[in-house]
């Protein structure tokens, strides 16, 4: 059986359970369901089933938005300090309509450090709430939701970039989960280009 026809299967096998988070008694969001997605090597993957010891950290992004281009380096910066600290990171392409090969590219251009994923389904987008990119979202290891929002406050508005971030949100929420502490802001406003809405079937491949 082709390998495309075998991914393609695997991932309606899963989609045709649920995947979502129900709220908390805290109010937080809790998995449900295991999510699969598509990663950049053409495999399906399942980024919960094998969580960080501290959580797992998502960056969504799309490829053209020049906003995420600019967070590259912060982005990796954050990858490559905390996964030695017991986290697991991944950056999830959102569009609907992006292809594999383009995905391929792009992370290779940007070296990112940690694996990608496409999320054409956007199963994680609605996991994590996300509607913004780029934006995080950080979950504990059984799978709720702890964080939401932007990576800083490097951007404080669409075109208004500062000149050095002064808040480290996405760092301050990673150094509070290592020291056992409360997350002194769970949501934040992200700034960044905004996620589309899934299109019909029909207009896919139109």
């Known amino acids: 059986m082709p390998k495309g026809i075998r991914l393609f299967g695997a991932l309606l096998l899963l989609s045709a359970v649920p995947a979502f988070a129900a709220p908390t008694s805290n109010g937080r969001l809790s998995l449900t369901f295991q999510p699969i997605v598509e990663s950049i090597t053409g ?44 986290f697991k990171f991944y950056m999830v392409y959102v569009e609907q309509l992006l292809t594999l090969k ?9 070296n990112f450090a940690c694996p990608s994923l496409i999320d054409t389904r956007h199963e994680l987008v609605k996991l994590a709430g996300a509607t ?26 669409l075109g208004i970039q500062r000149q050095k ?3 480290h949100d996405l760092v301050n929420v990673l150094n509070d989960i290592i020291h056992d502490k409360p ?9 960044g280009c905004v996620i589309p809405s899934l299109l019909p079937s029909s207009q896919r491949n139109s």
């Open 132 to 157: 913004i990119s780029p934006e995080v979202a950080v979950f504990s290891p059984d799978g709720t939701r702890l964080y939401l929002g932007r990576i800083d406050n490097d951007w404080a508005g």
């Open 165 to 167: 971030a002064t808040k």
């Open 43 to 86: 495999k399906a993957e399942q980024p919960f089933m094998n969580p960080g010891k501290n959580g797992t950290v998502f960056f969504f992004i799309q490829h053209d938005c020049p906003i995420c281009r600019t967070y590259t380096p912060t982005m990796n910066q954050i990858a490559r300090k905390y996964q030695a600290r017991g």
């Open 102 to 110: 383009q995905a391929q590219h792009h992370s290779k251009e940007y």
């Open 183 to 191: 997350i002194r802001h769970a949501v934040t406003q992200s700034v």
